[in-house]
Each structure stands twice: as structure tokens, then as C-alpha cells.
């Protein structure tokens, strides 16, 4: 990789040097080491446990009505029960998988690999008891998904708690993520810091249609540094080697603020640093389990890539307004619980390549990527999107095979034009709604290309479409490299809503981290270096594997 002191050309850098290409692969262990896979649960030895109550399948709300502006669905009140809830249809496991004598968790976030490097954490207020639980004191915690419990890590005592209430608006808490490089790089080498950031969102998605469960609003600070979020969540600065001293980093990723709306106008982004403050002046309990017994190999571009997109305090950024859209396509499956299509989303393994797709389901699935003000999940992030699909269809019943976009801002259009082949038709399919700006750019069968463009993976090719997250890096980039991150955050949440509507369409999704970016560049004609491709995906028909059982995520015993 080249050496600059300019951090922005650095990242760029680390891109380029991060890609697959057909020649060779970029940069990884060549092998897996077994004897050291990563212990795919952070745990905090010695730090008091609290039970959460598995009541999400109590949960009564629809699927569709998780699309609703917010308000629709009465908001839950912030105690232990509603905590469980979130956490339980965010990060929480939805399946075990069991083939001979190997068992592994499925989880309701994706993951690149099943590796998940992402931790998650609550920040609550004193939080009062409720029926048959108890209350919860004010501090913060760490989200065990194996055994659906939150862990100690920094309880305020006495006056100390009040003072910390007093920073929380009514019915508010904050959702913290950070990120363990260490479950992807012992696979992926030094591509894992994509695959960290991509993870980041598809747990921002998850979190933010489990919220919508719960009728609570989300917000993404954006104004708090980095090294707040760090010393808030108790991982030290940059990064705290874990396990005795010697084990894995942690890094600090970004916080939500969460719950109720009557005070979701109060932006808890100024009282981050004061929470950190009062966090840091105390002890931290538990010590976290080392993850691997050795390194064999290490990856420091990957913690180097970290500390560059490192961010420093600054405005809080202003929300982009969406543009007017009719209400969300609702689909013949609009009557499915939500708990129930959250928990039995999976990646699909092999694809019928037989199977088609009808058009009504497409135009529902890509207008879910579209933002609505108000609306899940895209309320979430403060900007105007990024992240534009470039779709292969391959069997949709009444559209045309070929190369098409799905222009998710309407304003990138010129950019997207100059950028792009010359000769693209750029026409509209004709039963598409009127509202989705969806462009046939050429026709013709794509599925030589996904498959090459995919690492050679067949799913691409056997599925009923297949596409690629384009993104133009803004002008702002050089000066704000933690905006690489933010880009991958928003791709990983296009990536979980494919997911989801997928599920719902009757089909399976599966993202797609291993492909050849500047193949896919030649295909599109890509003629300006500001383009990049951050993350892939395919959709299609199942094919089941009956060589595996399935088990319950958690003993029924658990449940009040």
C-alpha cells in the first residue's frame, strides 16, 4: 500500500489495496486456523448478569406497520421487558444450526462469515421496575446474545446516579456499537475492516425495525467524537487489549439515542461527553474474555484503517429531508408478525435457478431502500442516501433481463450520468410505480457477469437478480475519512432491508462480500475514480439443506 500523511488518501489507499481482483485476492491468511477461531461471544467475567425476558413473540405489531410514520404504533415504555424486546430482535440469536457434531448460532443481524465483530451496549438511566421485573440501575451494560442478558460493566451509585439521570430526556437511552476486527481478519485479512463497517449496518438496521416494534424513535449522533463513544462504553482509548492484556481490540463505533418520541427532539449529543466523564471516575467491572488462545497472524492495516476514521467532535449534522413519497408498497404478505419474519431471516447458501420473481414483489423490495421522513429505517441516518444498487435481473416475470439503478436520491442523476457508459439508454420500465426511479441502463443476460463478478459464486448467477452498492465519495471525504465508514453503514442497511423483504417476497437474500471491484467497474464503464462498489447482494428461491436440524435460539425454559 502507498504511504501518504494525508489521512483521506490513506483510506483511498487501503481501498485500492483491499480489493479482490482476478489475478489475486487481496491480502488474507491463505488458510483458517481453527485452533484459534474467535469466541464468537464477548463475555465480562466476574461482572453481575441481568436476565432479560424473551417477550418478543408477545409482540403484536405487523411487519408493514414497521414502514409506518412514526407514531402509528404506540410507543412501549423504556424498562427491562421493552429492553429485552429490542435487544432480542436486533442483536439476539434467532436459530441454532446443527450439522454432526458442530452447532452454531444464527443471530437476527447478519454478519460477514457468521463471525460478528459487532458488540452492542445500552446506556440507560435509573429505569423503574415493572410488573414482575425489576428495575434497572442507572449505568451501562453489555448485551450478551447467547443468553439474552445484559451484563454490569458501570453502575452509578447513589448521587451519582441522579446526576446522571438528569442527562437523559424521559424515556431516552443510547445504543452503542463498536467492533471486534479480530473475528473478521482471522478470516479475512486485511479486507475485514470492510466487512466490520458493512456489519455496523446491518446491526443499524436491525436495531432500527426492532425499535420500530416498540414504536420508539432512533437517532444516529453524529456529533460525538470517537473517543467519547470509547470512554463512554468503557473499551479505553483507541482500543483496549482485552483478555489478561494481551487479547483483542475492541473499538468504539457510534451511539443511538433511543426510545420514546415526546423527547426525541433533545439531542443527547452534547451530554455524551459529560456521560463520559462521570462513566470514567469510576470502576469498570468484569474482564472480558480473551477470544483466540494465540495470534498467528496479525493485521495492523485493519486497526490502522481504525484509527484513521477515528472522528473528532463536531456539529451535530443536520437532517437531509426526503423527498415526498406515497406510502410504502404493502405486498400480499403485508400480514406477517414482525417478530416472526425478523427471526426466521437467513442467508440463503444455494439458489433454484429455475425460480422467478414477480415484478410486484421487486418494486416492493427496492422501494424499501427508499427513505420517508419519519419512517423506518432510513430516519435513522441524517443524510440524503448514498448508496445506489446497480441491479442484474436475471427472472422477474415482466421485466426485462439486463443492467439496471435504482436511483435512491434523485439529485446524484447528473453525477451518475457523466460517470457512467456513454451509451446507456437510461429509460424507465414501464409497470414500474412512477415514484421508483428505477433506469434500464442496457439490456441483455447478466448472469455470466455476477457470476464472474462474485468470485465465481454460482448464487449469483442462480439467483432471480443480483447487484452491487455504488457510491460516489463526497468532496467532503479528504478532510472527514470517518465518512468511509458512514457509507458502509448505509450499505450494510440497504443489504439488511434486502434481507428482510426477501423474506417477505418468499425468498432468501445473501450478501455478497467477495467480488471483484473493477470487473464490475468495466461493466458499468466507469469513468471517474470518485466511484467506488462497497458491498454486493443476490436474491433468490432457497434450495434447503436437510443435512441440517434446527434448534430454538433460546431453552423455553428462559421465558417469565
Known amino acids: ?56 413473540e408477545r409482540l403484536e405489531v405487523l411487519f408493514a406497520e414497521l414502514y409506518r410514520p412514526l407514531g402509528t404504533i404506540p410507543a412501549a415504555e423504556v424498562n427491562l421487558a421493552s429492553l429485552g424486546v429490542l435487544l432480542e430482535l436486533s442483536l439476539g440469536l434467532s436459530a441454532w444450526k446443527v450439522y454432526g457434531e458442530s452447532r ?75 467492533s471486534i476486527h479480530w473475528r473478521e481478519s482471522w478470516k479475512y485479512g486485511d479486507r475485514a475492516f470492510r466487512y466490520c463497517q458493512l456489519d455496523v449496518g446491518h446491526a443499524l438496521s436491525a436495531i432500527r425495525h426492532a425499535a420500530a416494534g416498540l414504536g420508539w424513535q432512533v437517532r444516529l449522533l453524529t456529533a460525538p467524537a470517537t473517543r467519547d463513544v470509547v470512554r463512554l462504553l468503557g473499551l479505553a482509548t483507541g482500543g483496549v487489549r482485552f483478555g489478561g492484556g494481551d487479547g483483542e481490540p475492541e473499538h468504539g463505533e457510534l451511539l443511538l439515542q433511543v426510545g420514546r418520541a415526546e423527547s426525541g427532539g433533545v439531542s443527547m449529543s452534547p451530554r455524551v461527553a459529560g456521560l463520559a466523564e462521570m462513566a470514567g471516575q469510576g470502576p469498570w467491572m468484569g474482564q472480558a474474555n480473551r477470544l483466540s488462545r494465540r495470534h498467528g497472524m496479525e493485521w495492523p492495516l485493519v486497526e490502522e484503517m481504525a484509527e484513521l476514521t477515528r472522528q473528532p467532535w463536531q456539529a451535530e449534522m443536520a ?40 415484478s410486484r414483489e421487486l418494486w416492493r423490495i427496492l422501494d424499501a431502500t427508499l ?40 439529485e446524484r442523476l447528473e453525477g451518475l450520468w457523466g460517470a457512467l457508459d456513454g451509451n446507456f439508454l437510461w429509460s424507465r420500465v414501464s409497470d414500474c410505480p412512477e415514484h421508483l426511479p428505477f433506469y ?86 466507469l469513468r471517474s475514480e470518485r466511484f467506488q462498489t462497497l458491498y454486493h447482494f443476490t436474491l433468490g428461491s432457497p434450495l434447503a439443506d436437510t443435512r441440517l436440524t434446527t434448534e430454538p435460539p433460546y431453552s423455553s425454559s428462559a421465558a417469565p
Open 104 to 178: 452454531w448460532a444464527l443471530r437476527c443481524n447478519p454478519s460477514s462469515g457468521n463471525l460478528h465483530p459487532t458488540e452492542g451496549y445500552v446506556v440507560v438511566p435509573t429505569l423503574p421496575a415493572s410488573g414482575r421485573d425489576g428495575g434497572v440501575e442507572a449505568g451501562v451494560y453489555h448485551y450478551v446474545s447467547r443468553d439474552h442478558r445484559l451484563e454490569q460493566r458501570r453502575v452509578m451509585p447513589g448521587g451519582e446516579a441522579e446526576a446522571w439521570d438528569r442527562l437523559f430526556p424521559p424515556g431516552q437511552f443510547l445504543f452503542g456499537l463498536t
Open 371 to 410: 427513505p420517508r421522513s419519519g419512517c423506518a429505517p432510513w430516519d435513522l441516518l441524517p443524510w440524503r442516501p448514498r448508496v445506489m444498487p446497480v441491479v442484474m435481473i436475471h427472472r422477474v416475470r415482466g421485466v426485462e433481463s439486463g443492467l439496471y439503478l435504482l436511483l435512491r436520491d434523485p
Open 440 to 525: 434500464l441502463l442496457r439490456p441483455g443476460n447478466c448472469q455470466e457477469s455476477a457470476y464472474w463478478i462474485s468470485c465465481q459464486q454460482e448464487i449469483a448467477s442462480d439467483g432471480v437478480l443480483s447487484l452491487g452498492m455504488l457510491t460516489a465519495f463526497p468532496a467532503e471525504f479528504p478532510a472527514w475519512p470517518w465518512i468511509y465508514r458512514q457509507l458502509y453503514w448505509e450499505a450494510g442497511m440497504v443489504g439488511h432491508t434486502l434481507y428482510l423483504e426477501a423474506e417477505r417476497a418468499g425468498m432468501r437474500g445473501t450478501g455478497i462480500g467477495c467480488f471483484l471491484d473493477d470487473m464490475f467497474y468495466h461493466l458499468l464503464g
Open 1 to 56: 500500500m502507498n504511504v501518504t500523511d494525508d489521512p483521506g488518501q490513506r483510506v483511498l489507499a487501503y481501498h485500492e489495496h483491499s480489493k479482490h481482483r482476478p489475478d489475486r485476492y487481496a491480502p488474507g491468511p491463505g488458510h483458517l486456523d481453527w485452533a484459534n477461531q474467535p469466541e464468537p461471544f464477548r463475555t465480562y467475567v466476574g461482572a453481575k448478569c441481568l436476565s432479560l425476558p424473551l417477550q418478543a
Open 319 to 358: 437532517v437531509s429531508a426526503s423527498p415526498p413519497l406515497p406510502p410504502m408498497l404493502v405486498g400480499e404478505s403485508g400480514d406477517v408478525r414482525a417478530a416472526t419474519l425478523i427471526r426466521q431471516r437467513r442467508s440463503g447458501q444455494a439458489f433454484d435457478a429455475r425460480a422467478w420473481l414477480e
